[in-house]
């Protein structure tokens, strides 16, 4: 009887732990949980006027714990077409402006279409903002240890905003980032406002 029991256990065991593993970030990134718009609670607006984008956006505060200080710096020079804010080590949002070029995420999704290093999956596709996660395809020997090498995968976003006609690039460093920070990234870009 005990046995029969403990045999009982261990499978409802082995279930439990099974279906823990077989939990991939994939099951976290439904569309719709990708980005809440309406949940910027850890979120703090910054304006950009003085950098020479007519816009607000909406950058990570304190509480948003992406490890460290969150002071917002952003980096400009004055004449140029490029701007990175960085909050704390690990946020760094890519900013250019691209003038009246309207079609940036479409360009984006045909350039990601013919990699040949990566596999691409898109974790968000919309119109003008795309989540995409690149994994490296490994190509070697037969012969090789399925235990050799180590998977590489990245995540990162791409957007485009238009403020006052000037089409805007907002994108992740090109090394890309955790499926965390990009998901902020994401939000940051969503609220992306022209102001007058």
Not at 85 to 111: A, Y
Request: aromatic share 10%.
């Amino acid at each position: 009887m005990v046995i029969k029991q403990l045999f009982v256990f261990f499978c409802f065991l082995a279930l439990f732990l099974s279906s823990c593993d077989s939990y991939t970030e994939s099951n976290d990134l439904e569309t719709n949980n990708i980005i809440n718009e309406e949940d910027y609670y850890e979120f703090k607006g910054v304006s950009l006027k003085e950098y020479a984008i007519p816009a607000t956006i909406m950058l990570p505060d304190e509480t948003a714990n992406i490890g460290a200080s969150t002071v917002v710096e952003v980096l400009h020079k004055e004449g140029d077409f490029l701007w990175d804010i960085l909050v704390g080590p690990n946020f760094s949002l890519h900013i250019e402006d691209f003038g009246d070029r309207i079609n940036m995420v479409e360009n984006k999704r045909q350039e990601l279409e013919v990699e040949t290093l990566f596999r691409v999956e898109y974790l968000l596709d919309e119109k003008d903002l795309i989540i995409y996660k690149k994994t490296l395809i490994v190509k070697g020997s037969t012969k090789a240890s399925p235990k050799v090498g180590v998977e590489h995968k990245s995540f990162h976003v791409y957007g485009q905003k238009i403020s006052r006609g000037i089409t805007y690039e907002l994108r992740s460093q090109d090394s890309g980032s955790s499926l965390e920070i990009i998901k902020l990234m994401a939000k940051s870009i969503k609220s992306f406002k022209t102001v007058e």
